[in-house]
């Protein structure tokens, strides 16, 4: 729902909602859902599903509304932090980061070489962070500590299967943090779609 009422004059798609069900995420590329949406690209957006309170959360770093298209966003249960993905200064996709504590937006994580990411996840009290890392040629994972700073790399697989398919796009953490669920491609002429069971090599 935009402002005054109206419909979105554009299309939402990708939501999510935090462990607690107050809150979902979602992207849209309606420009009436908030005042002064001028940047024509797809925003993430936060409602409060008890109010229908709606927010932007995918801003520049500086506060100014960023030229680049954010997608697969992400929440966390405890602190209502919200992770995304838009092209940084080198029009590489990073993983970006909202939380509403600060009203501030950073920059996540730092992939190596021509890593692209892509479809972040986050655990309920935010501690872990993991999205894919995609090549040319591989797609594998990369899981972030965030309160030790260290990363793992997970298992290359051939290729992560289209986004079309939606909330099964990515990986997503079970309720400890513990292990993932990722959904990637077997290797093989036929390149089926498969649901892994990851450990996470972090966790205790």
Known sequence: MGLDGLAGNGLSDQPRVDGLGQLAVFRSSASNLIDEDTNGVSDIFVV????GLI????WNVDDTETQSPASDPAISTIDAEVLYIRADANDLPRVFSYLPEYDAVATLAVSPGDCAAANPAVDADGRYLAYECRSSDDCWL???DRETSDIALGSAVAGC???ALGPLSGPWFEVDGGHLLWRSLESGADSATVILRLRNPLAP
Request: cysteine-free; overall charge negative.
């Open 161 to 163: 299967p289209d986004d």
């Open 48 to 51: 409060d599903l008890a109010t």
């Open 55 to 58: 927010e932007r959360v995918s």
């Open 142 to 144: 990369e899981i972030l």
